[in-house]
């Protein structure tokens, strides 16, 4: 590669990914009159490990004491509801019930309740008939539970797209399908190449996830390394979404928290993860042993779970470090790199706190920072058309007729939402589909893919062939006859 052929743009701070914790420290040093420019090597932001895990605020009470994992995430769940009213995010505090069968178990869940204490989380213990009266679908067997009300449910990239959208907002700079290719130390500085540009940066904030070992050795750091870990996770559709109101942990084994029952943030009901380690950091499929794991250990919290109602499965992969725990710490041997690595569970709970500790960092290595005299802590408010009264849908379909349009008839989502997303950010179908849940209902997308395909066409005045699902590779329309590509929306 020859370094010298594309002139070096100069930037302050370039953050490498734009999942929840790239774009949580983006929206974190816009408070500060610095020049930030994210880099992120998909489409969207948020499409790393980010949109795949079991989106849980967990409790604080899980993690090693004395581990970076103790340290950021009880801190982190405790930030969430302020961020997600601030972002207008959904956020859903519906509690974490870790579940005991036998008095060992007991025993177990007791030392997970001193350990909350002790950190002040907000924990309680319940006897069989209080769990039976909170939760009376769980299995009978159940004797006892640690109940953790400040735990809660969010939709993972739903917030890391508002993040980044509030960053912007905040005078972030920002590129999508800018993969960091090369990286670099000259002369002092630092240089990040993608295909397009190359940049000299004054700090690097490494966020790059799975691939964080791979971007510190561009620049020399070899000194730890990412151990993917897959998780498996099945959705069910809405008709069982009241089963249960809080999220169920059984008690912990060695490596995983267990498998869970979820009530996801959207309303559905979710059972998950798997903990596997795999070979390929982008190992995403599901197996049927995987399945059967999952459904053996969800159907023994919850008795009544049926297969058949299960409309989605996926796989995210965990980016486990070789220490057990995140690293989140300068580059013992480039000024000015921050490593923020390792971050596999509970990485979505604690990214908030972690982004907090960034000027912290950067600031040990150098930087001074001056807070700007007005941030802007709120992003425009997001119209939800199912969450209006029926007055306020009268009002606004009279004001707009695109919300009056449903365009995903499974989820009741409306042209206007859907328009509004684009306008936001959304560049694909699953952009689209990850944040209003257009095409994420019973029928997958079967009957609105091809009305959002026109809708991107239009809004972004591209060619419906050049729409695609998630990025190059994955267009939906290989030919359109002329009378087609001329029609319009079709009015629901
Ligand atoms: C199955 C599963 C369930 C989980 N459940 C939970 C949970 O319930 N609660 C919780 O708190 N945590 C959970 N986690 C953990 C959580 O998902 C992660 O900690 C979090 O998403 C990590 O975010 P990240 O930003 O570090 O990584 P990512 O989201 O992977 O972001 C990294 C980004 O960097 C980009 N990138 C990589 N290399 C480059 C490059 N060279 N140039 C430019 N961009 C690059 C990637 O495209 C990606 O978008 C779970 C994880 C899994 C796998």
């Known amino acids: 590669m020859d370094r010298t052929k594309k002139k070096a743009t100069k930037v302050q701070v370039v953050i490498v990914g734009g999942g929840i914790i790239g774009t949580a420290v983006a929206r974190e040093l816009s408070r500060y009159k610095l020049d930030v420019l994210l880099l992120e090597a998909e489409p969207e932001v948020g499409w790393g490990t980010t949109k795949a895990n079991s989106g849980i605020v967990h409790g604080g009470f899980h993690e090693e004491p004395g581990t970076l994992k103790a340290k950021y995430c009880f801190p982190g769940n405790q930030?969430?509801?302020?961020?997600?009213e601030e972002l207008d995010v959904c956020f859903k505090q519906n509690g974490?019930?870790?579940?005991?069968?036998?008095?060992?178990?007991?025993?177990?869940?007791?030392?997970?309740?001193?350990?909350?204490?002790?950190?002040?989380?907000?924990?309680?213990?319940l006897n069989q008939e209080e769990v039976a009266a909170q939760e009376p679908n769980l299995d009978p067997?159940?004797?006892?539970?640690?109940?953790?009300?400040?735990?809660?449910?969010?939709?993972?990239?739903?917030?890391?797209?508002?993040?980044?959208?509030?960053?912007?907002?905040?005078?972030?700079?920002?590129?999508?399908?800018?993969?960091?290719i090369n990286a670099w130390t000259e002369d002092g500085k630092k240089y990040l190449e993608t295909e397009e540009e190359v940049f000299e940066a004054d700090y690097v904030i490494n966020a790059a996830g799975l691939f964080s070992d791979d971007l510190a050795r561009m620049f020399g750091d070899d000194y730890f390394s990412i151990r993917p870990r897959k998780g498996e996770e099945y959705i069910f559709d809405l008709s069982v979404r009241d089963v249960v109101k809080s999220t169920i942990f059984p008690v912990p084994g060695k490596i995983s928290k267990g498998i869970l029952v979820i009530p996801t943030a959207a309303g559905n009901?979710?059972?998950?993860?798997?903990?596997?380690?795999?070979?390929?950091?982008?190992?995403?499929?599901?197996t049927q042993d995987g399945f059967n794991r999952v459904f053996e250990g969800a159907k023994s919290l919850v008795p009544s779970?049926?297969?058949?109602?299960?409309?989605?499965?996926?796989?995210?992969?965990?980016?486990?470090?070789?220490?057990?725990?995140?690293?989140?710490?300068?580059?013992?041997?480039?000024?000015?790199?921050v490593h923020l690595a390792g971050i596999e569970s509970p990485g979505l709970t604690a990214a908030p706190a972690i982004a907090a500790d960034v000027p912290r960092l950067l600031k040990e290595a150098g930087l001074e920072l001056e807070q700007k005299?007005?941030?802007?802590?709120?992003?425009?408010?997001?119209?939800?058309?199912?969450?209006?009264?029926?007055?306020?849908?009268?009002?606004l379909v009279k004001k707009d007729p695109s919300y009056g349009r449903i365009i995903c008839r499974c989820e009741s989502i409306t042209e206007g939402e859907i328009v509004d997303a684009i306008h936001r950010g959304a560049r694909t179908l699953d952009g689209i589909k990850f944040r209003v849940r257009a095409g994420a209902g019973r029928c997958q997308g079967g009957f609105c893919q091809p009305l959002i395909t026109q809708l991107l066409s239009r809004e972004l005045d591209i060619p419906?062939?050049?729409?695609?699902?998630?990025?190059?590779?994955?267009?939906?329309?290989?030919?359109?006859?002329?009378?087609?590509?001329?029609?319009?929306?079709?009015?629901?």
């Open 79 to 84: 930030m969430y509801p302020q961020l997600c």
């Open 96 to 125: 974490i019930l870790m579940v005991a069968r036998t008095p060992e178990e007991m025993d177990t869940v007791q030392l997970y309740y001193e350990r909350g204490k002790e950190r002040g989380v907000n924990v309680r213990l």
């Open 141 to 180: 067997g159940i004797i006892g539970a640690l109940y953790a009300p400040e735990g809660g449910s969010v939709m993972p990239f739903e917030l890391a797209a508002a993040l980044m959208e509030n960053a912007v907002q905040n005078g972030v700079n920002f590129r999508v399908n800018a993969e960091v």
């Open 269 to 286: 009901l979710m059972m998950g993860p798997t903990g596997d380690n795999v070979d390929e950091k982008e190992d995403l499929g599901t």
């Open 305 to 337: 779970l049926n297969p058949r109602q299960i409309i989605a499965q996926f796989a995210g992969v965990r980016a486990a470090s070789d220490r057990g725990d995140f690293i989140v710490e300068l580059s013992p041997n480039v000024p000015g790199l």
């Open 373 to 395: 005299e007005h941030f802007e802590p709120r992003r425009r408010d997001v119209l939800r058309f199912g969450s209006l009264s029926r007055e306020e849908q009268d009002a």
């Open 464 to 492: 419906v062939t050049a729409v695609t699902k998630a990025g190059p590779g994955s267009e939906q329309v290989k030919f359109v006859a002329k009378e087609l590509s001329e029609m319009e929306v079709a009015k629901s």
